[in-house]
């Protein structure tokens, strides 16, 4: 990770205001997600990397409202989101914004859409949340906290600490997975599309699971729903949030190889350890 300083520590973080800010700032991205929902034209829908990675005015309008809370409360913090804003990774805490993580399914009216929002100081990850709008929840962490689950079915300020799952077999667990927007053009190149991973996977489990979005994906971990998780090729912000909430309900995070490099290493395998280790021997990067 690139993004901590070489020396020294951050100074100290109020992690609780962190969070709080993080909440306020999802929870309004996500009333704008709602406002939206079903009410953007086709003309309003453009493409980035390829034919399949959409972005809306719901993406932009999430992220400028996001990036204006968090430069409202923390001026001296860096913030790197998805579409438009990427600050200079000098050693300030650094917030990672991914503003509609699962926009095609959101373009599609499918209710598995979020905001997502993480801090990170000092080498690692120190607040997340994990906010998903159409299902009136929200996750939520802060390092050495423990990771919560808010929503209306608990009333109004009440929370569910999470906990991975205790599957201990594969044959036993559903396992949740992704595939790239450039899958055409990976396997065009040779480059593994993830196609070959859910393959080898698929006869070894109870059910394979492609909900479109990794911070539900992770958010699912840490709560038990899905038992594990593994995807290639994503950003620093589809995992920054998740991978704390899955880290603070007892899980373990890391990158295809086992190694640590799964914010900016393009692969991540997360759940309990004795499924992560399960799972690594037949992926492959």
């Not at 599957?167 to 396997?187: C, D, Q, W």
């Amino acid at each position: 990770m690139t993004d901590a300083p070489s020396h020294g520590s951050v100074p100290r973080l109020d992690l609780e205001r962190a969070r709080n800010v993080a909440l306020a700032a999802a929870r309004a991205a996500g009333a704008i997600h709602l406002r939206y929902l079903g009410e953007i034209a086709r003309e309003g829908i453009t493409r980035k990397s390829s034919a399949r990675d959409l972005v809306t005015r719901a993406d932009v309008e999430a992220e400028r409202a996001i990036v204006a809370a968090i430069r409202a409360a923390f001026p001296d913090h860096a913030i790197e989101a998805e579409e438009e804003v990427r600050d200079a990774a000098d050693g300030r805490p650094r917030w990672f914004v991914d503003p509609l993580d699962g926009t095609t399914n959101f373009v599609h009216e499918l209710p598995a859409f979020c905001a997502s929002i993480a801090l990170y100081a000092d080498g690692a990850p120190q607040v997340a949340v994990v906010h998903a709008p159409r299902f009136s929840e929200t996750f939520h962490a802060t390092r050495g906290g423990g990771a919560w689950l808010e929503t209306a079915h608990f009333g109004a300020g009440a929370a569910r600490r999470l906990s991975v799952s205790a599957a201990s077999a594969l044959s036993e667990s559903v396992v949740a997975t992704g595939f790239p927007y450039k899958r055409n053009e990976m396997r065009a190149q040779g480059i593994e599309d993830n196609l070959g991973n859910f393959s080898r996977v698929f006869y070894e489990v109870r059910g394979l699971r492609r909900m479109g979005s990794a911070a539900i994906d992770l958010a699912y971990v840490a709560a038990g729903r899905f038992d594990a998780f593994w995807e290639l090729h994503l950003s620093p912000h589809d995992v920054a949030a998740g991978a704390l909430l899955v880290q603070e309900a007892g899980g373990e995070v890391t990158d295809v190889g086992g190694g640590a490099e799964w914010l900016r290493g393009g692969s991540i395998v997360a759940g309990p350890r004795v499924l992560c280790q399960a799972l690594r021997p037949r992926l492959r990067r």
